[in-house]
């Protein structure tokens, strides 16, 4: 899991803040996505830096809800310390949407059905959301003059596109989408449980954009072979790197350039580690795409909770 450095009480104006809100409204977007408003007057605050803007959302602890939450710089090492049930859960999310004169801002979280044996905080609170609930977010502020970090979405300008992701990457999918510029080109392909979770999107003309329904079939089915054949066709200057193996279930999966290079290509990738992984051999592997041409992000993985 990323997990921001900024501490949750900083004396001068940080880059990222924590911020109270209340759920404003509730919309089901389709079977797998719930959208979800959240409000306060410190939302004002909340910068809106569209693309794939993560933050973090942060759930009350089984004991004792947002009461032992710890502020300051090691305010995560501290929280991890404390007993089980005392812990509030912290989670990565996209921000949907930011309407910062209204201090509102959208999440659209995935309805996934929490196994029996696993707490999946994020889900379980998602299935039985209610308005007014109480929640605590860490993200960007607007007062910070500088960039906030926790974009991932960086192409070079004129790039042809390829952007894959499976449900979870969605709202940061159609988030990209909404804020490329229109002469943007290339493909997006979003794999989704059913095709009921196809949902409306304003992308650039020259976009492709493809919904690949599971239907009950295992994740990366229809994504692996849509993005593997689409990046044949790009047109990629292969780099002679060594792309070093990563384990899923150890590591997180988070290969990013630090920063990118005037290309013809450019790849984002989000999506369940092992479909990244796959999709990552392909595409830095097998293609050579260099390292600075792409994004290739673990955004869960299957069988394990995010902790
Ligand atoms: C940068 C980034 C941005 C993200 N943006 C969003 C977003 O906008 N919306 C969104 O819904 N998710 C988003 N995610 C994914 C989200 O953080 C994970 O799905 C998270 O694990 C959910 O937490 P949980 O408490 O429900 O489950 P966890 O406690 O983390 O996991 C419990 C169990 O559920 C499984 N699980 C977790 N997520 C899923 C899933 N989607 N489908 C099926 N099984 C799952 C795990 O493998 C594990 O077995 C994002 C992740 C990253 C890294």
Redesign the pocket.
Known sequence: ??TSTVGLAPSTVQPWRPFTCRVKTLRRLSPSFLRVTFASEELRDFADNGY?Q?FKLIFPAPACGFEKLPAGERWYSELRSLPEEEQC?V????V?AVRREAGEVD????L?E??ED???????WALSAEIGAELMMLGPDARFDGPHGGLDFNAPEGAELLIGGD???A??IAAILERLPVTARGKAFIEVPEAADALALDAPPEIEVHWLAREGADWGTRLIPAVTEAAASLRIAPALETVEDIDVDIETLWDLPEQTAPSEAYVWI?AEAGVVKALRRVIRQDLGLPKECGAF?G?????????
């Not at 989670?91 to 996209?94: A, G």
């Not at 999440?107 to 995935?110: A, G, K, L, S």
Request: proline fraction near 8%; charge should be positive; aromatic fraction near 8%.
């Open positions: 899991m990323t794939d993560r859960r989670r990565t999310y996209t949907r999440v659209d979280m995935v996934h929490p196994q696993r707490e999946a905080p994020a889900a379980r449900e979870t990457a709202p940061a989000g992000m955004y869960w993985r299957a069988g394990r909770d995010a902790d």
